[in-house]
C-alpha cells in the first residue's frame, strides 16, 4: 500500500511541476507575443500617420500655389 501511495504521489508532483513549467512557458510566450503585435500594430499607424502627413501637405501646396 504505502509503495503505491508513494508511487502516486511522485507522479502527482511530477505533474505539478510540469504545470508549473507549462504555466511560465505559457505565460512568456504570450508576453513575447504581445510585444511583437503592439510593435506591429505601432509600425502601421505610424506608417498610416505618415502617408497621411504627406497627403496633407501636397494638398495644402496645392492650395496655396
Known sequence: MSLNWQLMDETSS???GRTVVAVLVFLVA????LGV???VVSFVFSTLLFVVAVIAVVWALKVLL
Open 14 to 16: 511530477r505533474s505539478f
Open 30 to 33: 504570450a508576453w513575447l507575443l
Open 37 to 39: 503585435i503592439v510593435h
